[in-house]
């Protein structure tokens, strides 16, 4: 059993521990419907959380974390006070009075709980109150979850988007427009040409900086041209596309777990899987390099604005985004780093690493038994679909253009369940006003209840528990642990 920071109880087997001694019949341990547990010790966020009980009797104990209500009947609706504990005054009252809140675990005293102020209308006003918030929770509660599926459904969109522009359909009309725009397979010849030219200068550029004399070209037939694509068995693109592979666009492929180490300047952020989403990089939650050092397995390259960061390992694997202009970063364990030829566009193929089809793939190589990873050689085999340069940037725009266009969306979704939880706060806030509902002058006022209470149960005038004092209502009973072999079932505090 769990309970959330709004106060409801979660009842199921994953949230429920078990104990595995015989509790007594009459124990006073177990929970009877509209019990009301209040959380004694959890999180700042937890603590004084009070939830009502509503499972079935002599079926579940609560635990040392905990504390009990059972409110006295027709003084105080087990509701109403349930309401009234999770009021942000209650909330303050209790979270002010709780010790070890240094460091450790939050607690609040059974003392403190009794001392809780209560107001306590009519009990007749109590079922009003109740009946009207359950009214208007209700709808609240309906918004939330309206809200809530959100950030799925944009999720589905954005995928849709990732791969309907990969297959050709997001700029279908763009072609049709544009139909005398070079062939993908004319612009792969560039492309592996240039390849070959690139890898031609560092290798010039290596001997000579050895001291190495050349004399003939054979030293040029140590390269090795990607391997052509085999679409036998990939789905059928649009005419004037082609099929590539990640090495052949690539000069650079970059992987940061084995990789002779860079010297980085104090500040540097250095960026882990945790610091990526997909299409774009979280500079601000990165963490930083505290002083200049040759940072521990990081890319040889230090990387620049255009190159792409991959998530290779972890929970959060096959995940790219662009380093963007003016950023100076390096690469954490877990990352690789890619650099495209001048003839594909960065921000294009970082989409299609992103897209259905890769992550797919990367799925499908996926190694390791504790924490998934893609190896560089299958990201080196991996295929990507390739059109004219000038539609790889109306893709990449067109991409973007959705992505700002659901960002904003969820955004607006977040910000109205901000709303929706601040409304939620003033009703709450005005029913324990007395503004929520209209009072009834044939109600019989609380205090006189709580005289007539009191005066039963103080015959001649004293009292019956020897404390010298009349008994409050609506205490909390004594909390005692669950886990010293006294229960068969005990419930949770935690979340």
Not at 30 to 48: K, S
Request: overall charge neutral; some cysteine.
């Amino acid at each position: 059993m769990s309970a959330t920071t709004s106060g409801e109880f979660i009842l199921n087997d994953e949230t429920t521990k078990r104990i595995t001694s015989l509790v007594p019949a009459d124990a006073s341990l177990w929970l009877e419907p509209r019990d009301i547990l209040v959380q004694r010790a959890n999180t700042i966020e937890y603590v004084g959380v009070a939830a009502v009980f509503d499972g079935p009797r002599k079926t579940y104990i609560y635990p040392d974390l905990m504390m009990r209500i059972r409110p006295r009947e027709h003084l105080a609706d087990a509701a109403y006070l349930w309401r009234f504990i999770n009021s942000h005054e209650a909330k303050t009252y209790l979270r002010d009075r709780a010790t070890g809140t240094a460091g450790n675990m939050p607690k609040i005293s059974g003392t403190t709980l009794r001392e809780l102020p209560v107001l306590l209308p009519p009990y007749a006003e109590q079922l009003r109150i109740i009946a009207k918030l359950d009214t208007l929770t209700a709808k609240s509660r309906r918004a939330k979850e309206a809200l809530d599926a959100i950030p799925a459904l944009l999720e589905r969109f954005r995928q849709s988007v990732l791969a309907a522009a990969f297959r050709g359909d997001l700029t279908a009309d763009w072609r049709e427009k544009n139909p005398d725009v070079e062939p993908a397979e004319e612009l792969l010849k560039r492309i592996r040409a240039e390849r070959r030219q690139r890898w031609e200068e560092a290798e010039l550029a290596k001997m000579r900086a050895k001291g190495k004399v050349v004399g003939d070209d054979r030293w040029k037939e140590r390269y090795e041209e990607p391997p052509p694509v085999d679409a036998s068995e990939l789905p059928e693109l649009p005419d004037g596309w082609c099929w590539a592979s990640v090495d052949c666009v690539c000069t650079h492929i970059v992987d940061c777990l084995h990789r002779t180490p860079v010297y980085v300047e104090a500040g540097y952020p250095a960026i882990r899987t945790a610091d990526v989403v997909r299409g774009r990089l979280l500079l601000e939650t990165a963490r930083r390099v505290t002083e200049s050092t040759y940072l521990e397995q990081i890319g040889r390259l230090e990387p620049k604005p255009g190159d792409i960061v991959y998530t290779r390992e972890g929970e959060r694997f096959g995940l790219a985004a662009l380093v963007p202009e003016g950023a100076k970063l390096c690469l954490s364990q877990r990352m690789m780093q890619f650099r495209v030829v001048t003839h594909v566009d960065p921000s294009f193929f970082m989409w299609a690493l992103n897209s259905p089809h890769v992550y797919g793939q990367a799925v499908d190589d996926v190694g390791g038994s504790t924490s998934p990873h893609v190896n560089i050689s299958a990201i080196r085999r991996f295929t990507i679909p390739l059109a004219s340069l000038a539609e790889q940037m109306e893709i990449a725009h067109r991409i973007e253009t959705s992505w700002a266009a659901s960002d904003a969306i969820e955004q607006a979704s977040k910000d109205t369940a901000e709303h929706v939880s601040a409304l939620d706060r003033a009703i709450l806030a005005k029913a324990f006003r007395g503004e929520l509902v209209p009072q009834d002058p044939n109600d019989e006022p609380a205090s006189a209840l709580l005289e007539r209470i009191r005066a039963e149960a103080t015959p001649n005038g004293q009292p019956t528990n020897g404390a010298r004092r009349p008994r409050k209502p609506a205490l909390p009973e004594s909390s005692k642990p669950s886990t010293t072999g006294r229960g068969r079932k005990s419930a949770t505090s935690g979340r």
